[in-house]
Structure formats: structure tokens, C-alpha cells
């Protein structure tokens, strides 16, 4: 994902020392941690005393010794895989088939099965620490005949398989709640302190979901745990004392003992992941100032302007955009070099290039929003308009205009990559909706392809009238009523004529069960609409305070050049916006989970955005007020900035 040259510098002197340092830390927090696990592990009301020098002299062995160095491995892998696998857009399944899809990813299954072994080896040290009759798998036992066998140590075995077992839901879990997603705060904390503050989350987080893996595990067990003990002692020749109860039983597994131990183990291996991911959080979210300009050449490509502007891996975008918006607001400095002019020439490089792709974001997520209420209007469907519905108000027809106006080559992109394909069709086509399946993915089967393929000329479901099967492409988010209200007019539907040649032809049983898994979520296709808009938001707020500071500190007048496009970039954004909240499902607030350490910030981003415009409307109108009447837009655009004028919006 760092590919590019051009970001090599920042992944090189930033990234990667951030990540090492969060590692690093893990690390250090290991021994406090395995002493807390060891006396929670082997603590006696009867006999305190006995057990911290029990304690003591477990700590300071050999075998913990070694403990501690595979342990500290793991943590360099966990944090390793946590780098790798990292983002800061988060990737939002709007789909049974396509979270499903995820799950069976081949990155996923490696993920999967190092998180496995991981979690066989902490399993493993564990079961040593502990001590007892977990310490080793095989131990010395005399059956009916007399003399003595090697046994399986069942008790070890479970440790064992147990390790996997949590590692691998933590996997699962992993792409289920988004835990990869890395989220910026807004309210800017040290690192001691956002450490602290977490640091109970991370404990109720472990204890819980070590809880729910550990009775999931239990009853896997007990139907299935004949099948690795069976295997185990074929393959190292152990056998199973018959004085012992199996653990596969009832009997077997209501030891409390054994419960609680594995329990506390479990708390253990999730307290360390979950440690070294709040970290990394930690310290690759943190702050970073960029320099607006270079007196070196050589540098240039790591000013703020260049960074904004070029194809960068999205975490040096994101922390770009970031400190545009600290700048913006706490550095009169800084904002003078952005207004500054270049020498020679006395041109405002630096504001055009800002200007210019804060202004592209803002469009490129205007478009998406029309094109998802469009399709979302027509239920998922290419709208059919007939000759007197064609026409357009004026408002209308200059958003779009404008919206079809040239950009830059980059685009800040939705999660669903559809939109990739789906913009290069025209904004009314039935794909361009972010909740569409990805048909090129080698998860999307034959049945899904015929689904949604176009129309043969010589096909019965060529024209107008459509099969009852095929107009439930997608679900319907939007009634006619609510359509009506918003267009002004009802739309006109294409008239349904019966035909005994489509009732002939129905699809089939598993063409209907693909569809029916692959119906969208309203609720998640609105967050996947809006899963970047932290960029966004990032945008609306350096632009808005820059546009502030400029009425004042603005000598050369370089902002009001481009004055007018961001009122109009801002007023489009604004009613596209409005229109998406009419939607059903979009102004519903999601329920945050407080049990997971998966961040659901970007549930609630398109709220964000939505005061977040509001203020930088209204952040712009209270310091210029009346001067606004000069500035030059339509006349939709100067009634909707009335509204903001007289603080009627």
C-alpha cells in the first residue's frame, strides 16, 4: 500500500519509526502485564503469602524467561500485521454476500491462520505459566496392565486449542467490526493521556469478548473434541488415561478450575493485541506539520501544497488534511505563507493548489451524492424518463452542470469501488449506487453476472415491461411519495404488461437465494457513502477558516479570486446533503457499541459533515455579512445564501 516514490520519504521517517515505537511500548508493557496474569492466575485467599513467592520465583525462571521472548515476538507480529493491514477509510460491507466475501478474502485467510499459530503460542506459555497440570502435554501414567505409558495431557491440549480457537475469532471479529479502521480525534490529547483514558475500554473489551470466545469454544469442544485428541495421539503415540474423565463431557468440562483459567488466559492474549493496536492508534494518528513551502527544491514534494495535491497512501492525505485544518485555525503564521505570493512572479501557487483539491473533494462527493440518490429514486434501477419529464428546473440543470466541470485527476473515492466504473457510464446508471456488488471480484458468481447484465435486444426482458423478479434489483429505499416530495412531481413508472412468455420464464432457486443475500443494508450504504468524509470534513473546516482569516489578513486578495466557487462547491454540497437526510434510514442514528474495540466513528460521519458544512456556511456569512451580495453566482445559489445571511437555514 506505500508503493508510490513520491510517499516513500513520509513512510520512510514517519510512519514506520511511529509503528516501531508503538511496538516498542507493547513490549515494554508485556512483564507488568504477565505479572498481573500470573497472580490473578495462581492467587489463594488461603495462603497469600505463599503465593506472591510463588510469584516472585515464577517471574524470575528460566521457563518464563522464554515465555517473555516468545511473547514478544508475537507482539512484533500482531503489530507488523496491524501496519500491513491498516486503513484509514474504513471498508463497510453493505451486503450479506459481500461481508461474506470479505471473510473468504485471501489476505483474510492468511490473516486468519497466523493469527491461529499466535494464539497456539500464547496459548502454549499460558499453559506453562500456570503450571500444574497444564504444564506439559504428555506426562507418565500406569494403566490396568501395570506398567507406565505416555498419556495425553488433555488439560494442555485445550490450552492449546483454545489459543487458536481466540485468535482466530479475534480475526473474524477483526473484519466484522471494522477493528483495522484507524480513526483521527477531534478534541487533540498526548499520548499518556489518550493511553490512560483507553485503558479501561481495552480491559472491559478483553475480559468480554475472552468470555464469549471461551463458551463458544467450549461447546465446539464438547461435539467436536474427540477429532484433534484422536489425531494427537495417533501422531505422537499418547494415549488417554481411563481414569480421567474426558474433557469432551459434561462432567469434564464443568471444572471451574479449568474454566476460569481459561478465562483469564484469554483475557490475557486479547489484553496484549488489543494493547499494541491502541498504540499504534496512538502514536500514527498523532499530529504532524508539514511545511506550506520549501526554500530547497529538493523538498518540495514534502510541502503541504504538493502533499494535498499528488496520489499519496491515504494516511499521508488524511494527516495532511488534518494539519491544513489545525493551521487554518491556530497559525496566523502559517496562514500567512498560504496567502503568500511567489517571488518571482506574484502568483498564489500555494492557496490555488489548497483551494483547488479541497474544492475537488468537495465536488467529487457532491457527484457521488447525486448519483446515489438517483439511483436510490428509481430503486436501484436505470431511470426510463419519458419526453415530458425530461425537463429540468434551472437549479437542477446548473448543478449539474457544475458537477460535470473539470477536476483534477484525483478523486478521493468511496469504499465501494463501483463508483470507478459507474461514474464513466453517466450519472443515472444503475451501478452507480455504493451499494452495489463488485461483479469483477472473483466472489461475485455466474448468477449474480446474469442478474445484473444488460438486456438482449432479442431477450423478453428487453423494453419496458420487466419480470416482477427483476424489479426487485435492489431494495426500496425510496417511496414514490417521498419522491414526489422531493422532485415536485410524481414520477412516471413504465406500464406493466402482462405476458405469458415472461410468467413462463422465472428465475431460478438459487438465482433468487444469491439475490435475496445480496439485497443492500440502507443503513450501511449510508455509511459507505460517507465513510472518507472525515476528509471532508477536514476540507469544509480549512477552507472556512482560511476564507475568515482572509478578510483581514488576506493582502493580496487571493482568496476573493476564488470566493465564489467555494460559496457555490459549498451551497451544491449543502442541498445534496439535505436531500440525502431525506432519505429513509439516513437520519437515523446508529447504537455505538461499547463492548469492542472496533472504532464505529464512521457510523456517525455523515452527521459530522452535516454541522460541520452548516458551520462553515454560516463561519463565512457572519464575517463578510452584506459584502456577500457582490459576489457573483446564480440566483438559486444567492437565495439559499440569504438564508445563511439571515440565519434562516
Not at 256 to 266: E, M, N, Q, V
Not at 431 to 457: G, I, Y
Amino acid at each position: 500500500m506505500f508503493s508510490t516514490e513520491t510517499s516513500c520519504w513520509f513512510i520512510r521517517k514517519v510512519i514506520c519509526w511511529r509503528a516501531a515505537a508503538s511496538i516498542a511500548w507493547a513490549v515494554l508493557l508485556l512483564p507488568p502485564t504477565t505479572a498481573v496474569f500470573v497472580i490473578l492466575s495462581k492467587f489463594s485467599l488461603l495462603h497469600p503469602i505463599q503465593t506472591i513467592t510463588e510469584c516472585l520465583c515464577l517471574l524470575t525462571s528460566a521457563s518464563t524467561i522464554f515465555s517473555f521472548i516468545l511473547l514478544g515476538g508475537v507482539i512484533i507480529i500482531v503489530g507488523f500485521l496491524i501496519l500491513e493491514y491498516h486503513t484509514v477509510i474504513p471498508t463497510i460491507a453493505c451486503s450479506k454476500i459481500a461481508l461474506f466475501g470479505q471473510l473468504l478474502h485471501p489476505h483474510q485467510f492468511v490473516n486468519s491462520l497466523a493469527h491461529c499459530l499466535m494464539g497456539i503460542i500464547v496459548g502454549w506459555c499460558c499453559a506453562v505459566t500456570i503450571g500444574f497440570r497444564y504444564e506439559t502435554l504428555g506426562y507418565t501414567c500406569t494403566q490396568s496392565e501395570g506398567y507406565p505409558q505416555m498419556c495425553l495431557n488433555e488439560h494442555h491440549l485445550v490450552f492449546l486449542l483454545a489459543g487458536a480457537f481466540v485468535g482466530f475469532s479475534h480475526s473474524l471479529l477483526g473484519v466484522i467490526h471494522n477493528m483495522n479502521y484507524v480513526s483521527f480525534h477531534s478534541i487533540q490529547q498526548y499520548k499518556y493521556l489518550r493511553f490512560k483514558g483507553s485503558l479501561p475500554l481495552v480491559v472491559k473489551c478483553s475480559s468480554a469478548q475472552a468470555f464469549y470466545s471461551v463458551r463458544n469454544f467450549i461447546v465446539l469442544y464438547y461435539f467436536l473434541g474427540y477429532i484433534p485428541r484422536t489425531w494427537i495421539c495417533k501422531t505422537l503415540n499418547l494415549h488417554l488415561d481411563s481414569t480421567i474423565h474426558p474433557l469432551d463431557s459434561i462432567a469434564g468440562l464443568l471444572d471451574l478450575s479449568l474454566l476460569y483459567h481459561l478465562w483469564i488466559s484469554a483475557t490475557f492474549l486479547l489484553f496484549t493485541w488489543y494493547i499494541t493496536l491502541l498504540l499504534f492508534r496512538i502514536f500514527v494518528t498523532e499530529v504532524y506539520s508539514f511545511p506550506v513551502q520549501s526554500s530547497f527544491t529538493e523538498d518540495a514534494h514534502q510541502c503541504l501544497p504538493k502533499v494535498l495535491t499528488e496520489k499519496q497512501p491515504m494516511i499521508l492525505k488524511f494527516l495532511a488534511l488534518k494539519d491544513l485544518a489545525l493551521l487554518s485555525q491556530h497559525s496566523p503564521s502559517r496562514r500567512s505563507e498560504v496567502l503568500s505570493l511567489s517571488q518571482p512572479g506574484g502568483h498564489p501557487h500555494n492557496w490555488n493548489a489548497i483551494s483547488k483539491e479541497c474544492l475537488s473533494l468537495l465536488a467529487d462527493l457532491t457527484q457521488r451524492l447525486v448519483a446515489y440518490h438517483e439511483t436510490v429514486a428509481t430503486n436501484g434501477r436505470a431511470k426510463t424518463m419519458s419526453s415530458g419529464s425530461e425537463k429540468k428546473t434551472s437549479s437542477e440543470t446548473s448543478s449539474t452542470e457544475e458537477l460535470m466541470s473539470p477536476r483534477p485527476a484525483f478523486l478521493m473515492k468511496t469504499p465501494a469501488s463501483v463508483f470507478a466504473r459507474s461514474f464513466a457510464g453517466g450519472l443515472q446508471s444503475p451501478l452507480t449506487a455504493p451499494f452495489t456488488p463488485d461483479l469483477d471480484s472473483p466472489f461475485a458468481s455466474p448468477a449474480l453476472r446474469r442478474l445484473t447484465a444488460p438486456a438482449d435486444q432479442g431477450s423478453p426482458w428487453y423494453g419496458t415491461v420487466q419480470s416482477p423478479h427483476i424489479m426487485r434489483r435492489a431494495p426500496k429505499l425510496w417511496s414514490t411519495s417521498t419522491d414526489s416530495q422531493v422532485n415536485g412531481s410524481p414520477e412516471p413508472f413504465p406500464a406493466m404488461a402482462p405476458s405469458p412468455k415472461q410468467e413462463s420464464s422465472k428465475p431460478s432457486f438459487l438465482s433468487q437465494f444469491l439475490q435475496n443475500r445480496k439485497e443492500q443494508l440502507p443503513e450501511a450504504s449510508s455509511q459507505a457513502l460517507f465513510a472518507d468524509s472525515q476528509a471532508h470534513i477536514w476540507a469544509l473546516e480549512g477552507l472556512s477558516y482560511l476564507v475568515q482569516a482572509s478578510f483581514s489578513e488576506d493582502q493580496f486578495g487571493v482568496v476573493q479570486t476564488t470566493l465564489p466557487s467555494i460559496l457555490c462547491s459549498m451551497l451544491l454540497l449543502q442541498e445534496a446533503v439535505d436531500r440525502h437526510f431525506k432519505l429513509p434510514h439516513a437520519s437515523s442514528k446508529p447504537i455505538r457499541s461499547g463492548s469492542s474495540m472496533g472504532d464505529s466513528t464512521y457510523k456517525t460521519l455523515r452527521f459530522a459533515l452535516r454541522a460541520t458544512l452548516k458551520t462553515a456556511i454560516y463561519r463565512i456569512t457572519t464575517t463578510f455579512g452584506d459584502h456577500l451580495n457582490a459576489v457573483q453566482m446564480s440566483a438559486e445559489h444567492r437565495k439559499r445564501l440569504q438564508q445563511f445571511l439571515e440565519y434562516k437555514d
